[in-house]
């Protein structure tokens, strides 16, 4: 008889249960932060139906405004749900919303691109933003959409890769979040009268909240995730050229073309 057989089940070690990955938790961390970031960037918006000076939406405007409004909204709870599913280990369901989360990003360059001409084009009141006119400011909209593009791009390429897909989804978010940032008051114009807002413009705290997450999540792995921080120097790269592109006659002309 095997003497196992006889051993008393209390000195019987269950298995290790599997620990916890700390990853899938900080992710659902800071989607949070950014829902909750474009929840006060937008509260006019969401509580009043007016754009962020409290004043109704423009009415050449106003309906592309609140479909671009819904359309970013919808993207944003999917992001709050998808880290929430693989926290839950519900692969299949956050799979099949992935598919619907594709096409919702095709429909978000379009509007967001058809958004940030035709408000340009159709409101004339003056505005100065960081030393940008209208016109120049354009660049900030139309150079955001590009850069989520971009990333949601590679992640649905690598969407069967999460050490790719996951960074490269999380930065497609970021690079949208200076719509909503520079919305709130305490962030508004942040940097403007300094040298990193020269260099980076609203998109400054944005970049703030990637380099947050990779200090959290390079604290926590005891390593540097090259993805996110690649996406980071991209990131930052693209839109300090962007900003510097602006100003210049080239963009003056590109914007001309656009709004015409």
């Avoid at 008889?1 to 209390?10: G, W």
């Avoid at 918006?45 to 109704?56: E, I, T």
């Avoid at 705290?205 to 996110?228: E, H, M, N, Q």
């Amino acid at each position: 008889m095997n003497s196992d057989a006889l051993r008393p089940l209390a000195n019987v070690r269950p298995a290790p249960a599997a620990r916890a990955n700390p990853e899938r938790f900080l992710y659902l961390g800071f989607s949070t932060l950014l829902f909750v970031l474009m929840l006060l960037g937008f509260r006019q918006f969401y509580l009043h139906g007016h754009a962020v000076s409290g004043q109704p939406l423009p009415p050449p405007v106003r309906t592309l405004l609140i479909v671009h409004g819904v359309a970013m909204t919808t993207w944003m709870v999917l992001f709050l749900v998808q880290p929430l599913l693989i926290a839950s280990r519900n692969l299949r369901l956050h799979m099949s919303l992935g598919i619907f989360s594709a096409w919702l990003a095709a429909c978000l360059v379009v509007l967001g691109t058809w958004t940030a001409i035709a408000t340009t084009k159709m409101i004339h009141t003056e505005l100065i933003r960081y030393g940008l006119n209208r016109r120049q400011f354009m660049v900030v909209p139309l150079g955001d959409i590009t850069a989520f593009a971009v990333f949601v791009g590679i992640g649905i390429w690598n969407r069967k890769r999460p050490k790719i897909h996951g960074p490269m989804m999380l930065w497609a978010t970021i690079a949208i979040m200076a719509a909503a940032t520079n919305r709130i008051p305490e962030f508004r114009g942040l940097g403007a009268s300094n040298l990193w807002g020269h260099v980076f413009g609203p998109h400054l705290v944005p970049l703030a909240i990637g380099v947050l997450f990779l200090a959290t999540k390079s604290a926590l792995t005891r390593s540097v995730d090259r993805w996110f921080a690649g996406g980071l120097v991209g990131c930052a790269l693209f839109f300090a050229f962007g900003m510097h592109l602006a100003s210049t006659p080239a963009w003056a002309h590109f914007a001309a073309l656009l709004t015409s």
